[in-house]
């Protein structure tokens, strides 16, 4: 493969200086000798200034855009829905006239190249489909800034050169694709910037509060979210890149401050082998416009380098595996107004031209390499039809419908073809039934998408990852699953997705009894406990002459209730079908097993739950937690802040979650009053680097592994390669489960697979009782670890829990929630809620 030069900028060449902000105009960014539409405002018209002398906020970025659509008859725009804080979602489609007014006819044509039958399709005259979204990260806000240019010049430049790229030119345009994180970026920026514009990289404006802009509402990195698809961000775009099926997506990002400027394709030997090597060499020609245009600008640039095209879970991965080409872009990162670097000073102004620039080399590419690309798309689907296997995939669980549901959603969100099992059978010891499980025919157009998200891939070209090197998603959601499912047990595919389905509740004198096993069951529990209701787990298995009740059932007496039977019964319906989850009504005491009266059954409290957030924690976990409990179960967390800790009254709380952190979160005297609220009964749950915490502070003991690592015939250069093929960037591993420990309760299967992306092994309990999670001997399942920690992991535990003074510790080794994708173990934080005093 050709490489480009890579080089290095010196910023201190650019021409555009901190004193030049005063003057700056849209000369300094747009290309010359174009003439423009005076009948087409200019950004400055409706935001108020020039972009680059202050950083654009999300409302007045939507006032433009909104502008543009209103004058130009080049445009429409929609809103394709909101985020958690409602701002639009907005989507410009640019094209010529004459295009705009034929649009839905040129996207069922466009759409037919990836749908069967697309061989003969003549490509000649169609337009191509170019979908550009700016600053995914909000703090990386030099794209959207240029999203502001690009969108007027495309609407306002006049000539022959933007006529025929209008006419052979669909461009699906999102000026933003994290509109919170956006406006959280440019008030801070904003509001820290001086009249005389500071470099100095200490200033405040440089400096964001914690949890930064990066993030969305509940602190997710969106760029992480293209294939899972949980944020109302990231399925609005699924929805638009499905609905088209564009030939180029391009992701404009940011990196560190002292760096230069990047594109695709990034090394070599970390794309994904489901990726075709065709793919790789039309990105390449496509960087070949990038570097001409830069060259032109004086601006340097690198490729091949730093970055990759591994995980399809990010921006300029997932339209690789979906016939498409996906392109990032990373511009050194002014983090504000101007700052000083290595390289010199380095503008804001001088970020978003470069942003411009490609936005620009990029619809220059698509223009001439218009009828290569929808060819390739073309020939895409074609060849994945052809290479697609008989028979089909299923995926299910009996006990937890629900699991089962919310993958099929993501099916369903990717275009993948799914059909109902209508008639049970079983593989492999395990057994799908109509109602839980699913059947995805191999022979489909997204087969290649559907390989990606089931494989289970341990063996690799390069052992260094940019992201996670696994996500088997029947792993993630704890279903059963089969590549050798019947055909023939398959239902209709299925148009619209329903919600399991769960019989009505039947009226009780006695007791009700709901199962722990569904996704849901946190949820439904919460609003019992809620409600004042008393309720109790039981700590062994028991049943009654129609249903067997596993470790973790719940069971809810009528007698002595705040609530009489009558108003009892209807809130009780109103937990299962607001919880989507099956209630029994159980008629005696007199069980098998166990009886209802027996000491097995342990009370129940209602919980109040704390979340420490703030400096010294990472934000993604403690967002994906938030997420998780306000989302998902409708339960309420108090977000106590690191600062605010000394102040703050614990006595309210049961349970206080501290997830990974850097440095000291707490400090000795906040360490003090934490232990103090331990010793008087609460139950502290902590993840990954806490360990040291913990340990240190005498609060659990732990102890871990870790091989000696000798580098032996590694030079020099290779040094960061070698340590960085030491980490464990993200794999899936399994653990065999001891079902009769509360923090297993739940789970129907013997083993569990784990996500984990850290390296500490905490060694194993002398007493068998006390490892109820455990690793096995070789519990590698998807993904890649090195052979030094394949031997340190072996036989470790991910858990381990503690008591102190009347209360306890709870510890992870890993996310449990990680990415809002990793359903199957979600129920691990819920049981340590929950029973964590019954461990």
Known sequence: ????????????????????????????????????????????????????????????????????????PRISIENRGTTYEGRPLLLLTISSEKNIQNINQIQQNHKALVEEGSANIDTENMPIVVNQGFSIHGNEPSGTNAALLAAYYLAAAEGDEIEKLLDNTIILFDPSFNPDGLQRFAYWANTNRSANINADPQDREYDEVWPGGRTNHYWFDLNRDWLPAQLPESQARIKTFHKWYPNILTDHHEMGSNSSFFFQPGIPS????????????????????????????????????????????????????????????????????????????????????????????????????????????????????????KGAWAFGSEKDATSAYHLAEIMKRHQIEIHPVNEEFSENGKTYKPGSAYIIPKNQRQHRLVEAMFEK?????????????????????????????????????????????????????????????????????????????????????????????DYGSIMIPVQNQKLDKEELFDFIKNVSKTANIEIDAVGTGLTSGINLGSRFFLPLEKQEIALLVGEGITPYDAGEIWHLFDQRYDIKVTKLNTRNFSRADLSRYTDIILVNSWGSALDENDTDKLKTWIRNGGTLIAYKNAARYLSSNNLL?????????????????????????????????????????????????ENLALFRNTTIFVEADEQSYNNPIQYTNNPLLSGYISEEKSEDIKNTVPFKTGGFGRGNVIYFTDNTNFRAFWYGTNKLLMNAIFFGDHM
């Open 1 to 72: 493969m050709k490489k480009f030069l890579i080089l290095f900028f010196l910023i201190s060449s650019i021409s555009f200086q901190a004193q030049d902000f005063d003057t700056l105009s849209l000369d300094y960014y747009l290309p010359k000798n174009i003439t423009y539409n005076a009948d087409i405002p200019k950004p400055q018209d409706v935001i108020g200034f020039v972009p680059g002398l202050w950083h654009v906020s999300h409302d007045r970025l939507v006032n433009y855009m909104t502008k543009l659509a209103e004058v130009s």
């Open 457 to 549: 891939r341990t063996t690799f070209e390069d052992s260094l990852f940019y992201d996670i090197s696994a996500w088997t998603f029947p792993l993630a959601f704890n279903v059963d699953y089969t590549s050798d499912a019947p055909l023939s047990n398959a239902g209709d595919a299925i148009d619209e997705l329903e919600k399991p389905a769960v019989p009505s509740v039947e009226k009780s004198e006695y007791a009700y009894v709901m199962q722990w096993h569904d996704y849901n069951s946190p949820k439904a529990l919460n609003m019992i406990l809620n409600k004042g209701l008393r309720a109790s787990v039981a700590m062994k298995k028991f049943g009654t002459k129609n249903k067997e009740y």
């Open 270 to 389: 970390r794309t994904h082998p489901l990726t075709p090597d065709l793919n790789q060499e039309l990105t390449q020609e496509i960087g070949k416009y990038h570097a001409a245009a830069f060259d032109k600008l004086g601006s340097f640039y690198f490729t091949e380098e730093s970055y990759d095209d591994f995980y399809y879970g990010k921006g300029s991965t997932f339209p690789d595996i979906n016939g498409s080409i996906g392109i990032l872009f990373e511009q050194a990162s002014s983090r504000g107004h101007a700052q000083e670097t290595d390289n010199g000073l380095l503008t804001f102004p001088f970020t978003i031209r470069n942003q411009f620039t490609a936005a620009l080399s990029t619809l220059e590419a698509a223009k001439n390499m218009r009828v290569k690309l929808l060819n390739y798309q073309r020939d895409f689907y074609k060849n994945a039809r052809n290479s697609a296997a």
């Open 701 to 749: 003991e732990i102890k871990t592994k870790n091989s000696r690592l000798d580098a032996k015939n590694i030079s020099f250069e290779e040094r960061s390669d070698f340590y960085g093929a030491q980490g464990i960037g993200g794999a899936i591993f399994e653990a065999k489960l001891d079902r009769s420990h509360p923090i297993n309760f739940g789970y129907k299967n």
